[in-house]
């Protein structure tokens, strides 16, 4: 049975090594201070970030993370899920589709105007669900680095 929830304080041993193989998977290496930060703003409802896991036969299998931004564009906000990972062996089994589409049930709840998210081009194995749900949106996201 796939159960998806808002992430607990409980969670924190469950939620680490996903958020590691989350960003082992992006070879991004933030300091063990960020996996605290990040763990924190996830349960601070005056934070604007949110956490939610999938657990598959009473285990956590999966995580996802959204906030809630203002635009231009919108008359509420629009909802941004920033960060998606299940575990490679269970992925397939559906739980990646339940995480978008609690995010996406939340957003309506909310008033968003739109759901959106980011991955890379070569993520070819999360594009075939994504694709599943809107095409790409054709758009090319430039950073500057500030640190």
């Known amino acids: 049975m796939i159960n998806v929830r808002s992430i607990a304080e409980s969670d924190k041993a469950a939620w680490l090594p996903l958020w590691h193989g989350y960003l082992t998977f992006y070879k991004a290496q933030l300091p ?25 036969d009473g285990e956590v299998q999966g995580m996802a993370h959204y906030s809630f931004q203002t635009s231009t564009w919108a008359l509420i906000n629009n909802c941004f899920l920033e960060d998606l990972f299940v575990y490679p062996e269970v992925r397939g089994g559906g739980l990646g589709r339940a995480l978008i589409d609690a995010v996406k049930e939340i957003a309506i709840a909310a008033g968003s105007s739109r759901l959106y998210w980011n991955t890379d081009r070569s993520n070819e194995v999360a594009r075939k669900l994504y694709d599943t749900y809107t095409q790409e949106s054709g758009k090319i996201q430039y950073r500057i680095s500030l640190l």
Request: no cysteine; glycine share 4%.
């Open 32 to 56: 063990a201070s960020q996996d605290d930060l990040t763990w924190s703003r996830l349960l601070d409802p005056a934070y604007e970030s949110h956490g939610l896991v999938v657990e598959k």
